[in-house]
């Protein structure tokens, strides 16, 4: 290894609130230059180590150990450490760092100029160059807006670009590329490599998945409650001859369907959905007709703009479509009052990898007795038979009923609009990204609860997703959107084996690549 960065020895760190320690006698060295990447499933004591790096840590949480930056003398570590060398702390967009009510370019602008120590116009200036530098990133205009006006995507190359104009000699990057579509994803990966290559920076990076780790490449550390479990290359990490709980992490990251076979049944019975030469957005496209019937499921594949959203607005009677007809349940949607498509709907289920979509002042309780109630109009005591047996299948039972949705994790979240869509026994379930901001277990998980509602419930699924493992995992067929209009459809097998279209090649790389590291921006 090269000279050192970082060194950690026997690092604890105690919250106020927990059992466990979130980290063991954890120590890591990082040599200058090098990657490291933190992989490890929700919990396991990579966050804490973030926090205690960045000066960040929750209230009532207890240190002790040693940090080392650089050649400086070693530092116990009691309280929040200010590191010598030029930290800079790179963040994901689901972490919502930004205030929602100022310029997207202004508050990034001042980051920057704190950490250089110039004036705000030199950091602004610091800030266009370093977007120049990445191929793929928006204008700097388009930063002038305020944060939930840009999409996931474009404030991750917001963040990139502060991180690096602020010129780094230590980067802590904090699933910095979750939430993401893959092929973003990967393009800011590959930014990131290169910019790395430039400035010769260290990087640490928190991971919960495998791909990421396989495009940055470097050395991975799989930490489990606090501990390293074992450290190396990602190619040896991922082989038979791996600790059992690497072997067990590397599995759940990978789809049982995920491999091109042969083509799966699709659907049975009469159509719950049939669109007929339908055009749904405002630009005149080549119109599209199809019907989906109980059981089947078909997967929307493209990022943000592609169209999907606007289809499946359609297909709901939310939006009325430029030309064609609609037949939900054997109803024509277009002909129908609002009150009557709304009645409509409730045969349809939602879950969506958005976890505010839930009341978050509700119960675990109400919240999946709610569809109960107010549709089904059951007695008080059938409502809670049916309410307990549905948290049990998605394995919440074990949780306080009485416990908010907002006490809640991302994953308990995800499973609680399983079980509402269970007791809501639905016609028809519109799955928008199930699996993004998941660990490699909870995507595992999740994964096998949804194919156990649609065996189960029979109904049709209608996948929205950019990630093409997932899609394979889930569906039978696939419909590829691209600028509003299907470029590319049929069995998903088949698309994935032999795909017509660049951009279906570029969605499938993505999500289904080798594990090589990416290779940085010429």
Not at 12 to 29: H, K
Not at 245 to 272: D, E, H, I, L, N
Not at 307 to 315: E, Y
Not at 323 to 352: C, F, N, Q
């Amino acid at each position: 290894m090269s000279a050192p960065c970082l060194t950690i020895a026997e690092l604890t760190v105690e919250s106020a609130r927990g059992v466990r320690p979130e980290l063991d006698r954890f120590s890591l060295a990082v040599g200058a230059g090098e990657t490291v990447v933190l992989l490890g499933e929700a919990g396991c004591g990579k966050e804490a180590v973030m926090r205690v790096l960045a000066g960040a840590p929750e209230p009532g949480e207890t240190f002790a150990g040693t940090l080392q930056f650089g050649m400086a003398d070693a530092e116990r570590v009691s309280k929040p450490v200010k590191p010598p060398l030029r930290t800079v702390y790179l963040p994901s967009v689901s972490s919502h760092p930004l205030s929602p009510y100022a310029s997207t370019v202004s508050q990034l602008v001042r980051i920057i100029a704190r950490k250089l120590d110039v004036p705000r116009p030199a950091a602004r200036e610091e800030f266009a160059h370093a977007l120049e530098r990445l191929t793929g990133a928006p204008p700097l205009a388009a930063f002038e807006r305020k944060p939930p006006a840009l999409s996931h995507e474009a404030l991750a190359w917001g963040f990139f670009a502060a991180a690096f104009a602020q010129k780094p000699e230590f980067l802590l990057a904090d699933h910095a590329l979750s939430r993401l579509a893959p092929t973003q994803a990967r393009m800011l990966a590959r930014a990131l490599l290169a910019e790395q290559q430039r400035q010769g920076f260290a990087m640490l990076y928190a991971a919960m998945n495998t791909e990421v780790a396989a495009w940055l490449g470097g050395r991975v550390v799989m930490m489990r409650h606090g501990r390293i479990v074992e450290e190396g290359p990602i190619a040896r990490l991922s082989s038979a001859q791996a600790h059992a709980y690497t072997q067990t992490f590397f599995k759940a990251m990978t789809p049982t369907q995920s491999v091109p076979g042969a083509v799966r049944p699709t659907g049975r019975g009469q159509p719950v959905l049939q669109a007929s030469g339908i055009e749904f957005t405002r630009e005149k496209r080549p119109a599209l007709t199809f019907e989906l019937r109980r059981g089947a499921a078909l997967a929307l594949l493209g990022e943000d703009g592609s169209g999907r959203h606007a289809l499946v607005n359609v297909l709901l009677g939310l939006d009325r479509p430029r030309a064609g007809r609609v037949v939900l349940d054997a109803v024509d949607v277009g002909i129908l009052s609002e009150t009557m498509k709304l009645r409509l709907r409730r045969r349809v289920a939602m879950i969506v990898g958005n976890d505010d979509v839930l009341d978050q002042r509700m119960t675990l309780w109400d919240t999946v007795a709610e569809p109960l109630r107010a549709h089904l109009k059951l007695p008080r005591d059938l409502v809670a038979t049916y309410r307990d047996a549905a948290l049990k299948r998605v394995g919440l039972a074990s949780l306080p009923g009485d416990r908010t949705v907002s006490e809640l994790s991302a994953f308990d979240k995800r499973r609680l609009q399983v079980a509402r869509a269970i007791v809501s026994a639905p016609l028809l379930a519109v799955i928008d990204e199930p699996l993004r901001g998941l660990d490699a277990f909870a995507q595992s998980v999740m994964r096998d609860l949804l194919r156990n509602l649609r065996a189960q419930e029979g109904p049709a699924f209608i996948v929205i997703t950019a990630d093409v493992a997932a899609a394979n995992a889930l569906c039978d067929d696939a419909m590829v959107l691209q600028a509003g209009q299907v470029i590319e459809r049929g069995p998903l097998a088949e698309l994935i084996r032999a795909p017509k279209e660049a951009y279906t090649r570029a969605l499938i790389e993505a999500s289904l690549g080798s594990l090589s590291p990416a290779a940085p921006q010429g």
